[in-house]
């Protein structure tokens, strides 16, 4: 597979319809991948696909990085739950569909570390829903391996008010304030985090239990229903405060509310930026 | 090692030393799982200080121990007319932590440097006389360990109190460097006794472990490169997949810059000290709304430079100790050691 890689993004590259194509290529440690942003078709020879190719590069798509708005679109290789990252952001007015070329890769899971990576437990997604070139075979589609995606979330809220205080303090206590969590999101792509402004402070940037607990509330509300589970804060997060549990907790909220699910399609309105006569009022008593 | 250092057999293991040191009212630190996360924590029970044969490293480095994630620097006050303002209470107890790497205590003569240079920072100072610091040397290394390129290795003793090292039958021998250390051993006397000649012998294993590193690099050659190259496209290459998060640096042992912040309430606050990190934006970000450095290769360089040139420059020592977290933590590996070896390859005529 990663020999296709090569010569897409080398004939991509090197016949000039793309700036730039974003993709992976061998890590320095066992078991990790870097991110390869290839300029030049000569870098192409450089590109892999494996099982350790965890990281989500929708992340790159977001304006700071400067990949997109050019002349010719960005490239870049997707799993089909990364694309879901993609479709957020045209939804979001943050990417134009022509500004991106979609390497779709078809995908049997992927590890973080040495086990299956989290969001493919629960994934039922394993080829591309749509691309500008592909990559490999198509895969049977197959049901997620776990029955019940929301079952850690039930698990919380079936904890008593207490017990779930606790089980969260003790988590955000963890918490340093390095905010790989937000780097490594492809939807964080605020040009000014509310985290960082200061004229009022909203959120105190100390690390303490006021702080930390705010912090990680707002950014979860911030993502509500638009947050697609690629898993990444969970995976940055050095710390392992199981931080998708938030997301995924606010996810289910708005799926029983709206019965909306982030990321899915292009079209679709996310449902707190629009508003609809026979949206359920059940929260306003 | 360090002459005058001394040399004590321990007679027991290592969660009776941390049992005893207990039993005698003393604040232990020590590697401690927090759910699947290893961190220094204060010990009540010796069982959950994690012995040291069975970790490579912990998550995050000692540094907070000394330099807090946050700390008060400036209490204030006010009523109608009448402000006031304290100084808060440096907390000045004694704290033995327990377990650390050599690469960790070393980070501490690292960074006493800076903590002391124009301004010596009674917070940072206050906690240091009053830790000490009892170090294992490392049976084990991982892929992303390079001490060995930095100068240290994997039983350097630099800025330990003690260390210890086991000697070929497995017996641990502790090696005091200081007064603090030795009063630790009076303290501790019961568990330790004088060495025969027979059971100083060294264990190879410490220099197994070196040769199992990552190929040391060369600093010298890394300097020249930087002094040459602060203008480079190699900064862009490098920081283009940086996502500017501060995992390296938060968890770097030697990174210690912090950002200043008030708090205030009602009728009064505090001001803040808080661990801060050349990746962000707003760290050199001026109130005039000009940032001198706006883009994240000028960010990362920022990092490699004070690392291997800058520091380097002021107090003649290297910025790292090659603990690797920053390598480790990375969500995209971007790796340092990686990236100045890859310039030290480049050779400074070619640029």
Redesign the interface.
């Given at each position: 597979m990663s020999n296709d890689i090569r010569q897409i993004a080398h004939a991509l590259l090197s016949e000039g319809k793309v700036s730039s194509v974003i993709g992976y290529a061998e890590g320095s440690l066992k078991g990790r991948v870097q991110t390869l942003i290839a300029h030049t078709a000569r870098e192409a020879e450089k590109f892999i696909f494996n099982e350790n190719c965890v990281n989500n590069l929708a992340v790159y798509l977001t304006k700071s990085y400067g990949l997109i708005n050019k002349d010719k679109p960005a490239a870049v290789f997707l799993k089909p739950c990364d694309i879901k990252s993609v479709t957020a952001l045209i939804q979001e007015h943050q990417l134009r569909r022509e500004d991106v070329f979609i390497i779709g890769l078809s995908c049997q899971g992927v590890k973080n570390g040495n086990v299956m990576a989290g969001k493919c437990m629960g994934c039922s997604i394993h080829n591309p829903q749509y691309y500008d070139a592909i990559v490999g075979e198509t895969v049977e589609e197959k049901e997620p391996g776990i029955s019940d995606p929301f079952a850690k979330v039930k698990e919380i809220e079936n904890m008593t008010t207490q017990e779930r205080w606790d089980f969260w303090m003790e988590q955000f206590d963890k918490c340093i304030r390095c905010y790989a969590c937000r780097q490594a999101c492809p939807l964080c792509y605020c040009e000014e985090c509310i985290v960082d402004k200061t004229q009022p402070r909203w959120i105190e940037s100390s690390s303490h239990p006021i702080g930390n607990l705010s912090w990680h509330l707002i950014r979860a509300f911030h993502l509500a229903g638009r947050c697609t589970g690629c898993g990444e804060c969970d995976r940055a997060c050095h710390q392992n405060i199981p931080l998708s549990l938030l997301n995924m907790k606010m996810g289910k909220e708005i799926f029983e509310l709206y019965g909306y699910r982030p990321g899915m399609d292009t079209e679709a309105k996310p449902p707190l930026t629009e508003f609809k006569m026979e949206d359920s009022e059940e929260f306003i008593r | 090692m360090t002459p005058g250092m001394k040399k004590y057999k321990l007679k027991t293991g290592y969660t009776e030393l941390v049992q005893c040191l207990l039993q005698k009212g003393k604040n232990v630190i020590a590697p401690k799982y927090?759910?699947?996360?290893l961190?220094f924590a204060k010990i009540d029970n010796a069982a959950d200080a994690v012995l040291p044969d069975k970790y490579v490293n912990t998550?995050?480095s000692a540094k907070e121990f000394m330099f807090p994630?946050?700390e008060p620097i400036v209490e204030f006050s006010y009523g109608n007319k009448d402000v006031k303002v304290f100084d808060p209470v440096v907390e000045a107890d004694e704290k033995i932590i327990v377990g650390l790497r050599p690469c960790d205590a070393a980070a501490f003569t690292v960074i006493d440097d800076i903590f002391n240079y124009e301004y010596k920072d009674e917070f940072y100072f206050t906690r240091r006389r009053n830790a000490v610091l009892i170090t294992f040397a490392c049976e084990t290394s991982d892929?992303?360990c390079f001490c060995t390129s930095v100068g240290l290795s994997p039983e350097s003793p630099q800025g330990s109190d003690i260390l210890f090292k086991k000697n070929s039958s497995g017996t641990y021998i502790a090696y005091t460097n200081s007064e603090k250390g030795e009063m630790v051993i009076r303290q501790a006397e019961e568990l330790f006794e004088e060495l025969t000649e027979s059971e100083e012998e060294n264990n190879s294993i410490y220099e197994e472990v070196s040769r199992s590193m990552r190929k040391p690099l060369d600093t010298v050659k890394i300097k020249e490169w930087l002094d040459k190259n602060f203008e480079s496209t190699k900064w862009d290459e490098y920081a283009?997949?940086c996502?500017?998060?501060?995992?390296c640096?938060?968890?770097c042992p030697t990174c210690h810059c912090f950002?200043i912040?008030d708090?205030v309430k009602y009728e009064g606050g505090l001001r803040?000290k808080?661990?801060d990190?050349c990746q962000?934006p707003?760290f050199t970000l001026h109130a005039s709304g000009h940032n001198p450095r706006d883009i994240q290769s000028k960010r990362y360089r920022q990092r490699v430079m004070h690392k291997f040139k800058y520091y380097s420059d002021r107090f003649n020592k290297t910025l790292c100790t090659g603990c690797g977290r920053c390598?480790?933590?990375c969500?995209?590996?971007?790796?340092i050691?990686?990236v100045v070896s890859e310039i030290t390859m480049e050779g400074v005529e070619n640029e």
């Amino acid at each position: 597979m990663s020999n296709d890689i090569r010569q897409i993004a080398h004939a991509l590259l090197s016949e000039g319809k793309v700036s730039s194509v974003i993709g992976y290529a061998e890590g320095s440690l066992k078991g990790r991948v870097q991110t390869l942003i290839a300029h030049t078709a000569r870098e192409a020879e450089k590109f892999i696909f494996n099982e350790n190719c965890v990281n989500n590069l929708a992340v790159y798509l977001t304006k700071s990085y400067g990949l997109i708005n050019k002349d010719k679109p960005a490239a870049v290789f997707l799993k089909p739950c990364d694309i879901k990252s993609v479709t957020a952001l045209i939804q979001e007015h943050q990417l134009r569909r022509e500004d991106v070329f979609i390497i779709g890769l078809s995908c049997q899971g992927v590890k973080n570390g040495n086990v299956m990576a989290g969001k493919c437990m629960g994934c039922s997604i394993h080829n591309p829903q749509y691309y500008d070139a592909i990559v490999g075979e198509t895969v049977e589609e197959k049901e997620p391996g776990i029955s019940d995606p929301f079952a850690k979330v039930k698990e919380i809220e079936n904890m008593t008010t207490q017990e779930r205080w606790d089980f969260w303090m003790e988590q955000f206590d963890k918490c340093i304030r390095c905010y790989a969590c937000r780097q490594a999101c492809p939807l964080c792509y605020c040009e000014e985090c509310i985290v960082d402004k200061t004229q009022p402070r909203w959120i105190e940037s100390s690390s303490h239990p006021i702080g930390n607990l705010s912090w990680h509330l707002i950014r979860a509300f911030h993502l509500a229903g638009r947050c697609t589970g690629c898993g990444e804060c969970d995976r940055a997060c050095h710390q392992n405060i199981p931080l998708s549990l938030l997301n995924m907790k606010m996810g289910k909220e708005i799926f029983e509310l709206y019965g909306y699910r982030p990321g899915m399609d292009t079209e679709a309105k996310p449902p707190l930026t629009e508003f609809k006569m026979e949206d359920s009022e059940e929260f306003i008593r | 090692m360090t002459p005058g250092m001394k040399k004590y057999k321990l007679k027991t293991g290592y969660t009776e030393l941390v049992q005893c040191l207990l039993q005698k009212g003393k604040n232990v630190i020590a590697p401690k799982y927090s759910g699947r996360t290893l961190l220094f924590a204060k010990i009540d029970n010796a069982a959950d200080a994690v012995l040291p044969d069975k970790y490579v490293n912990t998550v995050r480095s000692a540094k907070e121990f000394m330099f807090p994630v946050t700390e008060p620097i400036v209490e204030f006050s006010y009523g109608n007319k009448d402000v006031k303002v304290f100084d808060p209470v440096v907390e000045a107890d004694e704290k033995i932590i327990v377990g650390l790497r050599p690469c960790d205590a070393a980070a501490f003569t690292v960074i006493d440097d800076i903590f002391n240079y124009e301004y010596k920072d009674e917070f940072y100072f206050t906690r240091r006389r009053n830790a000490v610091l009892i170090t294992f040397a490392c049976e084990t290394s991982d892929e992303a360990c390079f001490c060995t390129s930095v100068g240290l290795s994997p039983e350097s003793p630099q800025g330990s109190d003690i260390l210890f090292k086991k000697n070929s039958s497995g017996t641990y021998i502790a090696y005091t460097n200081s007064e603090k250390g030795e009063m630790v051993i009076r303290q501790a006397e019961e568990l330790f006794e004088e060495l025969t000649e027979s059971e100083e012998e060294n264990n190879s294993i410490y220099e197994e472990v070196s040769r199992s590193m990552r190929k040391p690099l060369d600093t010298v050659k890394i300097k020249e490169w930087l002094d040459k190259n602060f203008e480079s496209t190699k900064w862009d290459e490098y920081a283009s997949r940086c996502l500017g998060c501060a995992s390296c640096a938060f968890l770097c042992p030697t990174c210690h810059c912090f950002d200043i912040v008030d708090e205030v309430k009602y009728e009064g606050g505090l001001r803040r000290k808080n661990w801060d990190a050349c990746q962000f934006p707003l760290f050199t970000l001026h109130a005039s709304g000009h940032n001198p450095r706006d883009i994240q290769s000028k960010r990362y360089r920022q990092r490699v430079m004070h690392k291997f040139k800058y520091y380097s420059d002021r107090f003649n020592k290297t910025l790292c100790t090659g603990c690797g977290r920053c390598v480790r933590s990375c969500p995209v590996n971007l790796d340092i050691y990686q990236v100045v070896s890859e310039i030290t390859m480049e050779g400074v005529e070619n640029e």
